[in-house]
């Protein structure tokens, strides 16, 4: 089953200096099943930074896989508890990433669902930042 979704994101990075950075956003997407796992696709607005970019989450019980490729590659998996290691990379170069999942909560269905995830991101071995990730996902024209 392929379906239209409407995708609402909520990411909040808080710095070393205290200070948080927040991006809201609402984008089109597309919603499919494989076996027992959920996909959910979008296109990232220019707002993030990651324009020409299309991000794809892979649910697979209470593992959450984000690919991203365009502009920005890369490959994140979040699981609480779990560090993982990974690539990032920009027109400007690659870098090693580790991403250490503090709390990974999942509630997908075949209309709806709600992601949040609480990760670290550090950039070749160095602590960068916090980050927390919402996303609300609902049947396109379900929206209020």
């Known amino acids: 089953m392929n379906?239209?979704?409407?995708?609402?994101?909520?990411?909040?990075?808080?710095?070393?200096?205290?200070?948080?950075?927040?991006i809201e956003f609402v984008t089109e997407g597309k919603y499919y099943k494989r076996g027992n796992n959920h996909y959910l696709k979008y296109n990232e607005s220019e707002m993030t930074g990651?324009?020409?970019?299309?991000?794809?989450?892979?649910?697979d019980g209470d593992t959450v896989s984000m690919t991203r490729f365009g502009q920005i590659n890369t490959h994140m998996v979040?699981?609480?508890?779990?560090?993982?290691?990974?690539?990032?990379?920009t027109p400007y170069g690659s870098f090693t990433i580790g991403v250490i999942s503090?709390?990974?909560?999942?509630?997908?269905?075949?209309?709806?669902?709600?992601?949040?995830i609480n990760y670290v991101l550090e950039i070749?071995?160095?602590?960068?930042?916090t980050h927390s990730l919402k996303l609300s996902v609902c049947n396109a024209g379900e929206r209020n």
């Open 50 to 59: 990651l324009d020409k970019t299309t991000t794809t989450l892979k649910i």
């Open 102 to 116: 503090d709390d990974v909560k999942v509630d997908i269905g075949e209309t709806s669902g709600d992601i949040s």
């Open 3 to 22: 379906r239209d979704v409407i995708i609402s994101v909520v990411g909040t990075e808080s710095g070393a200096d205290g200070e948080d950075d927040k």
């Open 124 to 129: 070749d071995n160095d602590t960068k930042a």
């Open 78 to 89: 979040f699981k609480s508890g779990k560090q993982h290691l990974g690539h990032y990379e």
